[in-house]
């Protein structure tokens, strides 16, 4: 958990149970699949700042780039969908599909200014859905999302603010001067979209009495024989990452080894959610409820979408940022 306005860290859970001095952090040390946690990172934001709006039309059908054949969770096809409707329902092809339109380096781009630098490995469209090669870790994900959260200014993530001598001299100070990652429209037409998405789509678990954006991601279990016959709903990573005006958090729920004994039977949008709203609901039982804070004028998109916008009905049980669909 991280504010957004300056970068510093405000809390970190490296893992459950006792603690081992300088072990491993599941916070800052994991690297894991963030799945469609990763669209508005890759996709949807560079989008946006290419001349996209929330009310873009975008493809939803069948799609195959090259023997890549995404497929939405609901082996639907709906022909078109807007990109509002993309974000609240956590649909996978229009998400492939616009990557390809933009175009990759466009999507690596936009995510290296997040702060997350991908590979060469990378350099293909199943990172519109999370695919990557080495993976995340909840510190970089906070880190990417604060930015939205910020207006689009990214302040480096930190744990030390200052250290100076008994004297009072100052020997290091975190620099409070952050980078404008993107134009305020594009966070200010994000942040409505993920707020909306948390009002009645994928993130709805995480919904409180203030106002919240975010998104959930999940990881589907290996396609191989180790893992045959299990439950379709089994994954092997759940994410959810969303702020309000006040803070940024990531959760990831996991195993450290997934095998067919360890695995997880939850997604992003239902535990992960869930505990989104519990921790930040009591890091801020404190505080006043406060609105978003808007771009100055002329810096929004005339179309930016409100949380009451109009979005598909809800779908209960289903965490729609699955379903990745095959890759050959």
């Not at 006792?18 to 952090?25: A, E, H, K």
């Not at 999302?145 to 990214?154: E, N, R």
């Not at 993130?203 to 991601?217: E, L, Q």
Request: avoid cysteine; aromatic fraction near 8%.
């Amino acid at each position: 958990m991280l504010d957004q306005h300056d970068g510093g860290v405000r809390a970190v859970a490296g893992g459950r149970g006792g603690s081992v001095f300088r072990g491993f952090s599941h916070a800052t040390q994991l690297r894991r699949q963030p799945g469609s946690s990763f669209k508005p990172i890759v996709v949807y934001g560079p989008a946006l700042e290419a001349g996209y709006t929330p009310a873009s039309a975008l493809y939803d059908g069948e799609l195959n780039i090259d023997g890549y054949e995404p497929r939405d969770w609901d082996h639907q096809a709906r022909g078109q969908v807007t990109m509002q409707e993309a974000i609240v329902s956590s649909w996978n092809v229009p998400a492939v599909w616009l990557l390809h339109e933009i175009g990759i380096d466009r999507g690596l781009e936009f995510a290296g200014r997040l702060g997350i630098v991908l590979p060469k490995q990378d350099r293909q469209l199943g990172i519109a859905l999370g695919g990557l090669s080495e993976g995340v870790s909840p510190l970089q994900m906070a880190q990417a999302f604060s930015a939205f959260a910020a207006g689009g200014v990214l302040h480096e993530a930190h744990t030390i603010a200052k250290i100076e001598t008994g004297d009072g001299h100052v020997l290091i100070e975190a620099s409070r001067q952050g980078t404008q990652a993107m134009q305020p429209g594009t966070a200010y037409a994000m942040t409505s979209m993920l707020q909306d998405a948390v009002a009645r789509g994928t993130g709805r678990n995480a919904a409180m009495n203030r106002p919240v954006a975010g998104k959930s991601g999940t990881t589907q279990l290996p396609d191989t024989k180790e893992f045959a016959g299990l439950d379709t709903n089994a994954a092997k990573d759940a994410w959810f990452v969303g702020y309000t005006p006040e803070l940024t958090a990531a959760i990831w729920v996991g195993y450290d080894r997934t095998d067919r004994d360890h695995y997880l039977t939850t997604s992003g949008g239902a535990v992960p959610a869930m505990l989104f709203k519990e921790i930040m609901s009591r890091a801020l039982a404190q505080k006043p409820v406060v609105p978003f804070d808007p771009p100055a004028v002329g810096e929004a998109p005339a179309d930016a979408p409100t949380a009451a916008a109009a979005a598909p009905a809800d779908r209960p049980g289903n965490d729609h940022g699955r379903g990745k669909g095959k890759r050959k």
